[in-house]
């Protein structure tokens, strides 16, 4: 039985001060590169940049710095920096985009980076359920049989056992968040079900580790119970947090793509209509869907016996009507609202230019002729706006 110390206690010899010290020079040329970049007139976040240091300098502290709390305690802590929150720092930041941008295109080493990343490995390796299992079955391996007992007695394995946490760590939130260009983005149904799954995995391997201590080891229940507290109650913050990056994204992309084809359908594409052999203004009587009924045209709510009037009416009221017509008449004609309003309008004015009973209405045998009626002086029509204007004979 062996009691483990935690990860920077100098078990990994010089792994930790030499990644600690790779980590502070990547902040550096990070924040170079950022800053060519906006000198060239690119604008890049600045909170990228922050969140590119945070994360190098928690990667230095957990690999060499003191961590409080008992022995498995500082090794939980150092656990959830190294696995899950520096990781997640890392993929907000986007250090291939930075590279990408900086790079000038058409160089070698810009089509080789692009090469890498588009290849098949690398998307299959960030399919997520596969990230998922060599993230979260690594700690399951870890934590559940004696293999971390048995990386204290041998430092190489220590050494693998740090590196697989950390590179599993930011593949599985790569793969989830999936910011950076990729050959094949996986969708949201994929990503969404593989963070819920490993995070219900997660919280049940620190259940089980509350209950039982790792395979090997001798420490005391209490401090196994502030490790499994820990790692149960972070692992659902940083899963949280998670949650929210991937929501944020989707929702970010989609609205983009909305945008585009709202625009797209709203812009008029010349093409269509010369294509067509109509003009620009044409109207393209399109079949009706099968199982609906057309809507009747215009003409056929008028009685068939009307309908002779209707067509021939003349465009200005009283100009040519026959005998037998009259104002009240294309009013009959015009029922129903079949007709736009000018119709009815000009029905209007017809019926007030007929001479009424009083003043000697034509018979129903149309031998009498429609008389003009003229304001008093020979003045302007009170109709028709013009002077002496009135219903032709």
């Known amino acids: 039985m062996v009691n483990p110390t935690h990860l920077g206690a100098g078990d990994i010899g010089l792994l930790g001060p030499a990644v600690a010290t790779a980590a502070l020079l990547a902040a550096m040329v990070y924040l170079l590169a950022a800053a060519r970049l906006r000198r060239r007139g690119d604008a890049w976040p600045r909170r990228r940049c922050a969140f590119f240091a945070v994360a190098c ?4 502290w957990a690999l060499v710095g003191a961590v409080p709390g008992g022995p498995f305690t500082a090794h939980m802590a150092q ?14 930041a986007r250090p291939l985009t930075l590279l990408l941008r900086v790079l000038p295109g058409g160089t070698p080493a810009r089509r ?37 007992a048995a990386s204290h007695h041998q430092p190489l394995l220590d050494v693998v056992v740090h590196i697989h946490v950390l590179g599993a760590g930011l593949l599985f939130t790569f793969a989830v968040c999936q910011l950076d260009p ?24 620190a259940k089980s ?15 196994v119970h502030t490790a499994s507290q820990l790692m149960y109650y972070g692992g659902d913050l940083v899963e949280v947090a998670l949650a929210a990056v991937v929501a944020s994204h989707w929702y970010t992309t989609t609205g983009r793509a909305h945008r585009r084809s709202s625009s797209a359908h709203m812009v008029k594409r010349p093409s269509a209509a010369r294509g067509s052999g109509r003009g620009a203004g044409s109207l393209r009587r399109r079949p009706a869907p099968a199982g609906t009924r057309r809507s009747r045209p215009a003409c056929d709510l008028v009685p068939a016996e009307d309908r002779a009037f209707v067509r ?15 104002g009240t008449d294309h009013i009959r004609a015009c029922r129903d609202g079949a007709w736009p309003s000018h119709e009815r309008e000009r029905g209007r004015l017809m ?17 009498a002729q429609d008389t003009e009626r003229r304001p008093p002086g020979g003045g302007t029509h009170p109709l ?6 009135g219903i032709q004979r």
């Not at 021939?312 to 009259?326: I, Y």
């Not at 028709?384 to 204007?389: D, F, I």
Request: overall charge positive.
């Open 57 to 60: 300098g928690s990667l230095a």
């Open 79 to 92: 656990h959830l920096a190294v696995a899950m929150v520096v990781p997640l720092l890392l993929v907000l």
């Open 112 to 148: 080789a980076l692009l090469a890498v990343a588009h290849s098949r490995l690398v998307t299959g390796l960030f399919f997520p359920p596969l990230a998922a299992v060599l993230d979260i079955g690594g700690l399951w391996v870890l934590y559940r049989t004696p293999l971390l």
């Open 182 to 205: 990729v050959r094949r983005p996986w969708n949201l149904y994929w990503r969404g079900s593989t963070l819920l799954a490993a995070g219900w995995a997660h919280a049940v391997l």
């Open 209 to 223: 580790l509350y209950a039982t201590p790792p395979p090997g080891t001798a420490f005391v229940t209490s401090d």
């Open 312 to 326: 021939t009416a003349p465009r200005r009221p009283g100009e040519g009507l026959p005998q037998s017509e009259s």
């Open 351 to 367: 019926q007030q230019n007929t001479p009424s009973q009083a003043e000697g209405e034509r018979p129903d045998d149309g031998s």
């Open 384 to 389: 028709s706006g013009r002077r002496g204007l």
